[in-house]
């Protein structure tokens, strides 16, 4: 497979490459594969459905295809993941993608498990140490760390914004040791994410060390996240007949969105052949891509504080991306966007789990809002021309698309993507539900752990020192 650049469509390496660099250093752009090769309907069609692992397998394949021997690629896959994503049906239409079952407790897993094992294999025989460097909000650093933590090799650097994630959040950051540190950075999750790209275009610093990236700008980390919704689609289409008795739903999935890494895995996989109809790109006030959706123009922002931090990024990287693969009208076919504040938020926890028994991290909840709307009505206003669709408003913006129908029909199932345990937020889930949610041991072995975390500035030269000094 042949990788180009969201910047410059001239530019062509191979997955080494784009793994093991991140990102162009030249242009600052993102690797993107040049095609999205089809998986063979006989194996799409299988009865019962294929297990997550051959999945992983089947998708894998293509990208790696000349780089990684396939026994090479079974072995990675079955390593990284002992573990799988559970679909839990909530109500007879809505399904809840469980995305924690991995070590850290959040969706990270799949993604940064897939790339540390991708990274140690082609690392075989290098000189010197690589060093990882990753920008989270939330959930990417713990999972990073955990993945690589021990890896013969590799180092990694974690920058998070103090003060603005949950406490056990920090727990499962601060307390790495050997060859993971923690940076806890004076500022914002675009903050950390700027000194990381700033770095990455630093030729000094490259002169220097070898670099690489485990944000989902890394591609290795972006498409094992598709395998999950192939998986999970093929799993609801084989369910739906017995559950809602509907014939030939629109399968939409909901994505609690931040930086728009997990929609685009989404999207990877419906190029691929999953049965999904289309997407909710559902957000917090943080609602860059949603606002240019609804009016084409794309605007990034500071971001601001709310309860689904990992959400919080007013510059999503992977908008590259996304523009990479498809015109604003062809976004808007495939997409509905929707916001919502805090208020809404912890409405949501409450909503769901009266409705439905289930207890909601607030990142999911934010999806689950959007599907709970759209489906009881907003879609049908929106369609007749009777939704407020001031972009400043919470709720849908001012786009109907291609699937809108089958929504307003009752042809519709959704996928809702809970993407972390709500332990990880037990006082927000206390504040809307009245109790916290039972913690799983591995969480609450962090939790008595020293804490090791640099303070650092958001400003480029102390930690381009920093670095030069420690790495």
């Given at each position: 497979m042949i990788y180009t650049d969201t910047r410059d469509k001239k530019v062509k390496v191979d997955f080494k490459t784009a793994v093991m660099g991140g990102m162009n250093p030249k242009t600052g752009g993102l690797y993107i594969p040049v095609e999205f090769p089809k998986l063979a309907p006989s194996f799409l069609n299988r009865t019962p459905s294929p297990s997550f692992r051959d999945i992983a397998y089947e998708m894998a394949k293509p990208y790696v295809e000349g780089e990684i021997p396939d026994a090479d690629l079974q072995s990675i896959i079955q390593d990284a993941y002992p573990f799988m994503p559970q679909v839990v049906p909530i109500d007879p239409v809505t399904y809840v993608l469980e995305l924690f079952h991995g070590p850290t407790c959040a969706f990270k897993d799949f993604g940064a498990?897939?790339?540390?094992?991708?990274?140690?294999?082609?690392?075989?025989?290098?000189?010197?140490?690589?060093?990882?460097?990753?920008?989270?909000?939330?959930?990417?650093?713990?999972?990073?760390?955990?993945?690589?933590?021990?890896?013969?090799?590799?180092?990694?650097?974690?920058?998070?914004?103090?003060?603005?994630?949950?406490?056990?959040?920090?727990?499962?950051?601060?307390?790495?040791?050997?060859?993971?540190?923690?940076?806890?950075?004076?500022?914002?999750?675009?903050?950390?994410?700027?000194?990381?790209?700033?770095?990455?275009?630093?030729?000094?610093?490259?002169?220097?060390?070898?670099?690489?990236?485990?944000?989902?700008?890394?591609?290795?980390?972006?498409?094992?996240?598709?395998?999950?919704?192939?998986?999970?689609?093929?799993?609801?289409?084989?369910?739906?007949?017995?559950?809602?008795?509907?014939?030939?739903?629109?399968?939409?999935?909901?994505?609690?969105?931040?930086?728009?890494?997990?929609?685009?895995?989404?999207?990877?996989?419906?190029?691929?052949?999953?049965?999904?109809?289309?997407?909710?790109?559902?957000?917090?006030?943080?609602?860059?891509?949603?606002?240019?959706?609804?009016?084409?123009?794309?605007?990034?922002?500071?971001?601001v504080a709310t309860l689904s931090n990992a959400m919080d990024v007013g510059a999503p990287s992977n908008y590259e991306r996304i523009v990479a693969m498809y015109s604003l009208e062809q976004v808007r076919s495939l997409f509905a966007s929707y916001w919502t504040d805090d208020e809404g938020t912890l409405k949501a926890i409450a909503d769901c789990n009266l409705k439905t028994g289930y207890i909601i991290d607030p990142h999911g909840a934010v999806g689950w809002k959007a599907w709970d709307d759209l489906r009881h009505g907003a879609m049908a206003k929106l369609m007749e021309g009777k939704e407020d669709v001031d972009i400043n408003k919470v709720g849908l913006t001012a786009n109907v698309p291609a699937w809108a129908e089958y929504v307003t029909s009752g042809k519709a199932v959704g996928i809702c993507l809970e993407t972390a345990h709500p332990a990880k937020f037990g006082s927000t889930v206390q504040k809307a539900i009245g109790r916290e949610p039972s913690m799983p041991d591995r969480l609450?072995?962090?939790?008595?752990?020293?804490?090791r975390a640099i303070p650092m500035s958001k400003e480029y030269e102390p930690f381009k020192e920093w670095l030069v000094a420690n790495l």
């Open positions: 498990r897939f790339m540390a094992r991708v990274m140690s294999y082609f690392n075989r025989g290098e000189d010197g140490n690589l060093h990882i460097l990753v920008a989270t909000s939330g959930d990417t650093g713990s999972a990073v760390g955990s993945a690589f933590h021990n890896v013969p090799g590799i180092d990694v650097t974690i920058l998070y914004p103090d003060g603005k994630i949950s406490p056990l959040q920090e727990k499962q950051l601060s307390t790495f040791d050997g060859n993971v540190r923690a940076l806890k950075v004076k500022g914002t999750f675009d903050d950390c994410q700027k000194l990381v790209k700033t770095a990455f275009t630093d030729e000094d610093l490259r002169k220097k060390f070898r670099l690489s990236s485990a944000n989902s700008i890394n591609i290795a980390r972006l498409l094992p996240q598709s395998f999950y919704y192939m998986y999970s689609s093929l799993v609801v289409s084989d369910r739906v007949p017995h559950d809602s008795k509907i014939d030939n739903p629109a399968i939409i999935a909901v994505v609690p969105s931040g930086n728009f890494g997990n929609l685009t895995s989404g999207l990877i996989a419906r190029e691929m052949g999953a049965p999904i109809a289309g997407f909710v790109a559902a957000t917090n006030s943080n609602h860059t891509v949603p606002d240019w959706i609804a009016t084409g123009e794309y605007n990034a922002r500071p971001s609450e072995k962090v939790m008595a752990l020293p804490d």
